[in-house]
């Protein structure tokens, strides 16, 4: 890598500049698009006449970003993007010999490249001009080789194609009749073969070295007259050159008869079992080429260059990738994901929606956040409202007559669920009747669950407060996921961390340690110390810690609107979704 890393310069105006030591190159273009794309080719252009990889540091519009190119057009980020400095976009003018500041651009002359570098007349009539060299013997000799070269190879071409075919085949026949010693197949084999004594990748500069004398092929015949050669006497060039028989390996007068040889089949069989299967194709697709990046600047150059440079994700690119990857992977059937916390206040609901949103959005639908309460919960008040006011008491009271029906369908469980529009979820809320006695137990948790989980693939369950209720501990007996959620605060915590220890005392031991703990913060001042707490107590406790960070949004209490949500805090639950899937 070259000392000091290129700059490059990316405008909004269209202009910019590529300059380093002895470099420098001004782009002018309709957009910054059109300038990234131009100064990446001039990138990779002096990578590839260096012949190694050169840093270049681009301030783009946006940010600065550290990157390294290499010779063959591999453009990779050789650190984190740093903010931009007043005056990093400054363009530098090209400064050369007569150059004015106070002309214009186009009026700067005379520019180096447009000197001529014709000699002067005059000094090559005045020149005196030395008299052709007499080349002697020795110097034709270097002439000559690429006619040698052509004689030998036209002697070869005259040997019958049919006669040495006939050799090779024949070959294993005449062993098998007549078998030389080992020796004496290794003195005959080095007769019949014929190297050249010359070199024939020598250069002009080198000095032609004395030639061996060729050794005398035998021939049953008359020897035939060789040619004289024009490097001497004292080589000679046959008329026929001998095709060289495959070298046998002699056996024992005494050894036993050779085993036959196996069957083709078989050999056959042997190389099918080993080759490449359609699955090892599939896995050497280039993945980056095929999906390139789809923001940032990566993108920003295969728009700019017409798809010419397809450059693969970056880093947050590719991790966004891989969490997508876990939530839409496939599941063996149904699954339950349970939220608790036995405190008021710790983001419960929030949590219960937010996850069924991501796995909702990012999985096509066919989730549901339902609200376990035993009378009455917030789910359905923090959710958008729908078009009608069924609770899962109104769909408890229908499933007798449903399962009379021959079974409740989809079509039927969509009057009582809210759509979540854009989000791909919907909500079953609780009972929200203020004169209403009923309540939901264990044996009606068990009736609505075996009926939901016969049309949606991710049920998230939104537990109440009361963890010796019938109903929140039949959720936990479903539970295939358990999520832990708790703020940043001593008495959300205190909670969560009791509820683990009922958790243990219950026998739940296994289904604690394959939980995902969820912290969020409740301002936005956090308390760092009291996180490091949480977050050190419940990694020796659950499967895995994700944070979350605080949100206006989440505040109201009112009806969540996730498309307000600012970008890192939808990331921040995409990652915890993820999470979540990989224990499903």
Do not use: C
């Not at 794309?37 to 190694?52: F, P, R, V, Y």
């Not at 977050?535 to 307000?564: K, M, N």
Request: net charge negative; proline share 8%; aromatic share 4%.
């Amino acid at each position: 890598m070259q000392q000091g890393p290129l700059i490059g310069v990316i405008r909004a105006d269209g202009k910019g500049e590529l300059r380093g030591e002895g470099i420098y190159r001004p782009v002018v273009a309709a957009n910054a698009d059109e300038v990234r794309a131009l100064l990446m080719e001039h990138a990779i252009s002096i990578a590839a006449d260096q012949g190694a990889a050169v840093g270049l540091r681009v301030v783009d519009v946006d940010a600065v970003y550290p990157l390294v190119v290499g010779p063959r057009g591999e453009i990779a980020e050789a650190g984190m993007p740093e903010p931009k400095q007043p005056g990093d976009d400054e363009l530098q003018p090209l400064k050369h010999e007569g150059y004015d500041p106070t002309l214009d651009a186009a009026l700067r002359l005379p520019k180096p490249e447009m000197l001529s570098r014709t000699p002067d007349p005059e000094h090559l009539a005045t020149r005196e001009i030395p008299l052709r060299k007499r080349v002697t013997v020795d110097e034709t000799v270097e002439n000559d080789d690429d006619e040698i070269i052509d004689d030998f190879h036209d002697e070869g071409l005259d040997d019958s194609f049919d006669e040495d075919v006939e050799v090779l085949e024949d070959a294993d026949a005449e062993a098998a009749a007549e078998t030389p010693a080992p020796d004496a197949a290794h003195d005959a084999d080095e007769a019949n073969t014929w190297t050249p004594s010359f070199p024939r990748g020598r250069t002009a500069d080198e000095p032609v070295a004395a030639p061996a004398p060729a050794p005398e092929v035998p021939k049953p015949d008359a020897a035939p007259t060789p040619r004289r050669s024009p490097l001497g006497d004292a080589f000679t060039i046959p008329d026929e050159v001998p095709t060289p028989k495959r070298p046998q390996q002699a056996r024992p007068a005494s050894a036993p008869a050779p085993a036959p040889a196996p069957a083709r089949s078989t050999a056959i069989v042997k190389r099918v079992s080993n080759a490449p299967t359609l699955n090892d194709f599939l896995a050497e697709q280039d993945h980056d080429s095929r999906f390139p990046a789809q923001y940032g600047w990566r993108a920003g150059l295969r728009r700019g260059t017409g798809g010419l440079i397809k450059l693969g994700p970056g880093k947050r690119e590719r991790q966004e990738r891989e969490e997508l990857a876990a939530i839409r992977r496939s599941f063996d059937g149904s699954k339950t994901i349970v939220v608790v916390n036995p405190k008021g206040g710790a983001h419960k609901t929030t949590a219960s929606l937010m996850i069924a949103a991501m796995f909702g959005m990012h999985r096509g639908g066919y989730t549901l956040a339902w609200d376990n309460n035993e009378t009455r919960g917030t789910l359905g008040w923090r959710s958008q409202r729908g078009d009608n006011d069924n609770t899962a008491v109104d769909l408890l009271r229908q499933l007798p007559k449903l399962e009379v029906m021959g079974g409740a369908t989809i079509g039927d469980i969509d009057r009582f669920v809210r759509n979540q529009g854009a989000w791909k979820f919907d909500v079953l809320a609780s009972d929200d009747d203020a004169a209403s006695a009923a309540i939901i137990d264990d044996e009606a948790f068990s009736r609505l669950h075996r009926t939901l989980s016969r049309f949606y693939r991710v049920l998230v369950v939104d537990t109440g407060n009361n963890m010796r209720a019938s109903n929140w501990e039949a959720a936990l007996d479903v539970a295939d996921q358990l999520v832990i959620v708790s703020t940043h605060r001593e008495d959300t915590a205190a909670s969560a961390a009791w509820l683990a220890d009922g958790l243990r005392e219950r026998g739940h031991e296994a289904k604690l340690r394959n939980a995902v703990t969820i912290l969020s913060s409740p301002s936005t001042k956090g308390d760092r110390k009291l996180t490091q707490r949480l977050t050190e107590h419940f990694e020796q406790l659950t499967r895995a810690v994700v944070e979350v960070p605080y949100d206006h949004e989440f505040v109201g209490g009112g009806q969540l609107d996730i498309d307000r949500l600012a970008p890192a805090t939808r990331a921040a639950w995409r990652h915890a979704a993820a999470v979540i899937a990989e224990g499903l």
